[in-house]
Nanobody
Framework: QVQLVESGGGLVQPGGSLRLSCAAS????????MGWFRQAPGKQRELVAT???????NYANSVKGRFTISMDNAKRTVDLQMNSLKPEDTAVYYC??????????????WGQGTQVTVTL
């Protein structure tokens, strides 16, 4: 079983920056991708950024140019550098991991979420 623990959330002013970190623990044969999703009150959970184990990054249009995802396959960590934050970035951010077993069956794991609030 895999556990994901996020850190780095908090309150920041518009235009400010935060860096979210996520560390995976437990056993997994391999990692296909890691990333971040977010959910604001009254809205669906949405993709923020993901990165495949091969290094391909995928960003939501709303965060392109402002957020940067990075991951370390060996350490099983993923970070999200968030710059030029806007009030509409306010949400609970969830760490995500897609892993696979020796038979190449995929399994998805989620962190507990960390609150990001952007306001004056």
């Amino acid at each position: 079983q895999v556990q994901l623990v996020e850190s780095g959330g908090g309150l920041v002013q518009p235009g400010g920056s935060l860096r979210l970190s996520c560390a995976a623990s437990g056993s997994i044969f391999g990692i296909s991708a890691m990333g971040w999703f977010r959910q604001a009150p009254g809205k669906q959970r949405e993709l923020v950024a993901t990165m495949s184990s091969g290094g391909s990054a995928n960003y939501a249009n709303s965060v392109k140019g402002r957020f940067t995802i990075s991951m370390d396959n060996a350490k099983r960590t993923v970070d999200l550098q968030m710059n030029s934050l806007k009030p509409e970035d306010t949400a609970v951010y969830y760490c995500y991991l897609r892993g696979f077993n020796s038979g190449y069956s995929n399994f998805d794991f989620w962190g507990q979420g960390t609150q990001v609030t952007v306001t004056l």
